[in-house]
């Protein structure tokens, strides 16, 4: 597992590395200091695993997670337990406040090591369907969503629907729609085209979620999802979409 530690202050770094160190399966590729440094390392480095501190100078924990395009697993580290409900609330996948307790620690790392290997299992039975290109987000990605003081992870196949909103785009899971700042245009050249298909200008809808088809005028469809929504298909992307689907 590869991981990253980010934190302000030097000792709890220095800290947490000696406690990991007992860890074979648990590999430091990097440290990082605040949020922008730690948003280019993670970005460059693609680790499995991110130690983060929540209360940084001018950037937070939290807004480290919004900059990110992908968010491997996070275990928070902090002194302050005030924030572990929104932190579960976001599906983190631990919180261990500091001073760091080793035994809590080794229920965290086995718990972790167990959860990717059965991650990485799934990967590989999927690669054969999946897009293999790295600059596309596969369905079994987690993004990071963040609507004001809400915040989620989600996996791209439990979203259904992405609606331009302006300069946002609504995205639709669960029972929530948040509005990120996202261009439709920009979504659409990386998410993987086995999955997503841009019915308009204004949607992109996953194919997984569809659960009825039906003609519509001037040669165009009607798509609607799980979920209750219905986007209307133009003529010219249903000749693309008919295209798509065919045998």
């Given at each position: 597992m590869?991981a ?8 709890a ?10 860890y074979n ?18 970005e460059?480095?693609?680790?499995d695993?991110l ?31 005030d ?9 983190a996948f ?7 307790d ?5 229920e965290?790392v ?72 996202r261009?439709?245009?920009a ?35 009607m ?9 209307e298909i ?6 693309k979409?008919?295209d798509?689907?065919?045998?």
């Amino acid at each position: 597992m590869r991981a990253i530690i980010v934190d302000d202050e030097r000792l709890a770094r220095k800290e947490l590395n000696s406690l990991l160190e007992e860890y074979n399966d648990i590999e430091i590729v990097a440290e990082a200091s605040n949020a922008d440094e730690a948003a280019d390392v993670i970005e460059s480095l693609n680790p499995d695993v991110l130690f983060l501190d929540i209360q940084m100078p001018e950037k937070t924990g939290f807004d480290l997670l919004e900059m990110l395009t992908t968010v491997p697993k996070v275990i928070f580290t902090t002194a302050y337990d005030d924030f572990a409900l929104k932190a579960f609330e976001i599906n983190a996948f631990d919180y261990l406040l500091k001073p760091i307790d080793p035994k809590r620690l080794e229920e965290t790392v086995k718990k972790l090591s167990d959860y990717l290997a059965k991650e990485e299992k799934g990967k590989s039975e999927n690669k054969k369907t999946e897009s293999n290109e790295t600059d596309k987000l596969l369905g079994t990605d987690q993004v990071f969503v963040k609507d004001g003081e809400k915040c989620w992870f989600v996996k791209l196949a439990d979203i259904r629907l992405f609606e331009s909103d302006g300069n946002y785009v609504k995205v639709y899971f669960d029972t929530f729609r948040p509005l990120i700042h996202r261009s439709l245009n920009a979504l659409d050249e990386r998410l993987d085209d086995k999955m997503f298909f841009r019915a308009s200008r204004k949607y992109i809808i996953n194919l997984k979620w569809i659960e009825k088809i039906e003609p519509w005028f001037n040669g165009g469809l009607m798509v609607s999802l799980k979920g209750g929504q219905k986007i209307e298909i133009s003529r010219r992307q249903a000749a693309k979409f008919k295209d798509k689907l065919s045998l």
